[in-house]
């Protein structure tokens, strides 16, 4: 059912889990700075500590070879790196760090996948303008190139950015990430745009300067749900799919995989509420530049987060406010047959990942496809024996396998989120997303795995040996 050469693993974030936020030089991320904020967090909680994955790093090699991992995802703190987000100043504690735990996995042979940046942007960086201002793709593009030149003799997987349209979103519009910027209707396009100009930027260089030696291959992780009209026979909730795809999955899929440039159903839903508010400025959605690298083509496999699904049916009518929800008109509705898992937006649908997967094969000429994070969380009590989870692991594999044998899927990996309980944004400590479970309350922040995490296990040792 899956490739011999298949990448089975698990993910983690550096702020989610290593810790050390003032260690050995290095400087503050926004999300250092979100958290210390009151009324920002969950319990007010933060990743000061986390699971001081920065001190315990052989605990957690220890977990990933307990499962049997091939691969294992990591990101790097752009601020341990380099604290003021500039080349100026390297921290070289922070480089032993990564050196050490990319050496670990390596002589273990589990294959590291590296996220250059996952939400957590040096706060010197943000005092100049953080993902608004134009100059900081080619601030992005220096600290890859770093990352590059460092870490690539060894690194073959890059993720440059994860879930840009969380980023943009979350932390530029609604607020509730960080930045915690709440700027409707203008703040998010341009940061998403400056994502993928910053994305494109360091695909080329790595591309012109780093390809040819190191052989690795470069991609940007795109989270999305799986969307379905309401009603299938209804012209409207077709229609209003199409556009919630397109200001979600589209927004930056289009431009890498088949334009080049954002969905004119985007664009045009974007101007209409423009127009219809009053708003006689250019198009609120920037316009890539001839001048600047292709976005087209820079990708060298799609990376793809997904965790739920959501029938759409076409909105109430658009709002008179410029905002990003009012340019959707859409509205997204739980089937009430989908069990909820912890957090409240999180439907287990495990067959909306294999419907995803064949839309991507059909819709973005059928690209290599890692799945790069798929999980499921606990909230409330802690449950040791987690079966639901461990079930809604084996549905999704299956479903997984489904889309390779039966639909033609060019899937290469499948990574669980997480490896282990850890910092999960907003929510803190309270939604536990781990194949480990991490005892906070614990000063050595013990590492016990759950029932899933054995059965994921068995999983991976069933399916390395079976015969191809």
């Known amino acids: 059912m899956f490739p011999c050469d298949f990448a089975w693993g698990a993910g983690t974030a550096a702020y989610q889990i290593e810790g050390g936020w003032q260690a050995d030089g290095k400087g503050p991320s926004i999300w250092d700075t979100f958290c210390h904020e009151k009324g920002r967090v969950f319990g007010e909680q933060n990743g000061d500590v986390a699971c001081n994955s920065y001190e315990l790093w052989e605990k957690d090699l220890k977990c990933i070879l307990q499962l049997g991992l091939t691969h294992y995802r990591l990101s790097l703190s752009w601020a341990r790196l380099l604290p003021d987000g500039t080349t100026r100043h390297v921290n070289h504690k922070g480089v032993d760090y990564y050196n050490k735990v990319i050496d670990d996995l390596l002589a273990c042979n589990v294959t590291p996948m590296v996220t250059i940046y996952h939400f957590d942007l040096p706060q010197a960086l943000q005092d100049q303008g953080g993902w608004k201002s134009q100059s900081i793709a080619t601030l992005f593009d220096s600290y890859a190139q770093f990352c590059f030149q460092t870490f690539g003799d060894r690194v073959k997987l890059w993720i440059t950015i994860n879930e840009p349209y969380v980023c943009a979103k979350l932390g530029h519009e609604d607020g509730i990430h960080a930045p915690g910027l709440k700027e409707p209707g203008i703040t998010a396009y341009l940061v998403g745009h400056n994502m993928l100009r910053a994305h494109a930027m360091a695909w080329h260089s790595y591309d012109s300067s780093y390809r040819a030696k190191q052989k690795g291959l470069v991609s940007l992780a795109i989270n ?36 080049g440039d954002y969905p ?8 209409a509420n423009s127009r219809r508010v009053g708003y006689t400025g250019a198009s609120r959605l920037p ?3 001839k001048d600047e690298p292709v976005i087209l083509g820079t990708a060298d496999f799609f990376a793809l987060n997904y965790y739920t699904s959501r029938k759409v049916k076409a909105g109430a009518g658009f709002g008179q406010t410029l905002c990003m929800k009012s340019d959707r008109d859409i509205e997204e509705v739980l089937d009430p047959s989908w069990p ?10 495990p067959h909306g990942l294999r419907r995803l997967l064949k839309y991507i094969k059909d819709t973005f000429n059928n690209p290599v496809v890692y799945i790069t994070e798929n999980g499921f969380s606990q909230v409330g009590p802690l449950q040791m024996e987690d079966v639901q989870r461990f079930e809604f692991y084996k549905d999704t594999i299956m479903e997984v396998g489904k889309a390779i044998e039966e ?8 990574f669980a989120w997480s490896l282990m309980d850890n910092f999960e944004w907003p929510d803190g400590f309270s939604a536990r997303f781990g194949l480990f479970h991490v005892d906070f309350s614990d000063e050595k922040l013990s590492r016990t795995m759950y029932h899933s995490g054995r059965e994921y296990a068995k999983m991976i040792m069933k399916y390395k040996s079976e015969p191809k």
């Not at 004119?264 to 101007?271: K, T, V, Y």
């Open 407 to 414: 639909d033609g899927v060019n899937i290469r990996g499948y």
């Open 287 to 289: 316009s890539f530049s």
């Open 340 to 349: 909820i898992c912890g957090v409240p937006w999180l439907a287990v649908v």
């Open 264 to 271: 004119e159903i985007m664009r045009s839903a974007i101007d």
């Open 224 to 259: 999305s749900d799986w969307l379905e009209p309401l009603q299938p026979d209804c012209t409207d909730d077709i229609v209003a799919t199409e556009r919630d795809f397109a200001f979600t999955l589209g927004w930056f899929a289009w431009p890498v995989f088949l334009t």
